[in-house]
C-alpha cells in the first residue's frame, strides 16, 4: 500500500493549488449538506428549502479583535449566504444545532454566520438541482429520478443526472483518499467515465427482486476509462471499496467498479473536472 501511496504521490508532483482547492469546496459543500440534513432531519422539507436557498458559503478567520485569555487563539468562521427572509430565520433558529452539526461533520468552526445574498450573489445556487426547475432528485438521491415533461428533453435530463452522479463519485473518492492531491492523481487519469444502471432482476410492484429481498434503490455500475487499465486496475482493487462505501453514503449505490482503456479519440478529454459539473462519457443515443 505504502508503494501505491509513493507512485501517486509522484503523478501530482505538477499540479498546482487549484486542484486542492477545488476539491477543498466540494468537500465543504457536502459537508454543509449532511449539517443541514442533520439539524432538520425532524423536519426534511426544511433542510431541503435551507439548501435550496443557499447561494454560497465560506471558510474564514476571525480577524476581529478579541479580549480575555484566548485572545490570541485562532477562531473560524463558517458563513452562509441565503437569498430567503424565511431561510434565514431557520438558520437564526438552529444556529446552535447547525454549528454542532458542522463539527460532528468535520469542520473545524467557532462561529456561524449567515447573509443575505445580494445583487448577482441571488443568481448563484449552491445546490441547483433543489431549485425550482432544477433536475429532481433532491439531496443524497444520486442520479435516479424521472425526467421532465416536454418533448425533447429526456437526452438533456439524462446527461444532467449521470453528470451529478459523477459528481458523488469525485466527492467519495477524495472521502475515500482523505488526502486531496492523491485523490486528484486518481481522478485525472480518468479519460471517460459512465455509470450504469443494473438491473438486478424483473422489476416488481415495490421494486427489483434479489435474493428474495425488495430493492427499492437504483444500483450502478461505474466504467473508468483510462490510459494504464492495468495501473489503475491496482488502484481500485485497493481503494475501490472505500469509494463505494463513501458514495454509498451520499446516495449513490456503485455495485462495480470496471476499469476499461481509453480509446484514440478520447485523448486530452477528463470527465472528472477541477471546477464545475463533471462530464459523463458521450454515447449513442444520447
Not at 67 to 77: A, I, L, M, S, T
Not at 98 to 126: N, S, Y
Not at 162 to 191: H, M, N, P, Y
Amino acid at each position: 500500500m505504502q508503494s501505491l501511496a509513493t507512485g501517486l504521490s509522484a503523478l501530482v508532483a505538477d499540479l498546482g493549488p487549484e486542484a486542492a482547492a477545488a476539491l477543498r469546496r466540494s468537500r465543504n459543500k457536502e459537508r454543509y449538506r449532511a449539517a443541514v440534513e442533520r439539524t432538520w432531519r425532524a423536519r426534511p422539507e426544511v433542510g431541503r428549502f435551507v439548501l435550496a436557498h443557499t447561494n454560497g458559503i465560506y471558510i474564514a478567520r476571525d480577524e476581529r479583535p478579541r479580549k480575555g485569555p484566548d485572545k490570541h487563539r485562532e477562531r473560524w468562521v463558517f458563513g452562509i449566504y441565503l437569498d430567503e427572509p424565511a431561510a434565514r430565520t431557520e438558520v437564526d433558529a438552529w444556529q446552535a444545532v447547525l454549528l454542532q452539526a458542522l463539527q460532528a461533520e468535520g469542520l473545524t468552526v467557532d462561529e456561524l454566520r449567515f447573509l443575505p445574498a445580494k445583487w448577482d450573489m441571488r443568481k448563484r445556487k449552491l445546490f441547483p438541482e433543489l431549485t425550482e426547475g432544477g433536475a429532481a432528485g433532491g439531496a443524497g438521491t444520486g442520479p435516479a429520478g424521472a425526467g421532465p415533461a416536454g418533448k425533447g428533453s429526456a437526452r438533456v435530463w439524462r446527461e444532467e443526472d449521470e453528470s451529478r452522479g459523477l459528481d458523488i463519485v469525485k466527492t467519495a473518492t477524495c472521502l475515500a483518499f482523505e488526502d486531496i492531491d492523491l485523490a486528484w492523481a486518481f481522478l485525472e487519469q480518468v479519460r471517460g467515465a459512465v455509470l450504469d444502471e443494473v438491473l438486478l432482476r424483473e422489476p416488481t410492484e415495490t421494486g427489483s427482486r434479489r435474493d428474495g429481498k425488495i430493492q427499492d434503490k437504483k444500483n450502478y455500475w461505474l466504467v473508468l476509462f483510462v490510459d494504464d487499465p492495468e495501473g489503475m486496475g491496482r488502484i481500485v482493487d485497493a481503494y475501490g471499496g472505500a469509494i463505494r462505501s463513501q458514495a454509498r453514503r451520499l446516495g449513490l449505490r456503485i455495485r462495480k467498479i470496471a476499469v476499461r482503456p481509453a480509446t484514440p479519440e478520447m485523448a486530452g478529454c477528463h470527465s472528472f473536472q477541477r471546477q464545475g459539473r463533471s462530464l459523463p462519457l458521450k454515447r449513442e443515443g444520447r
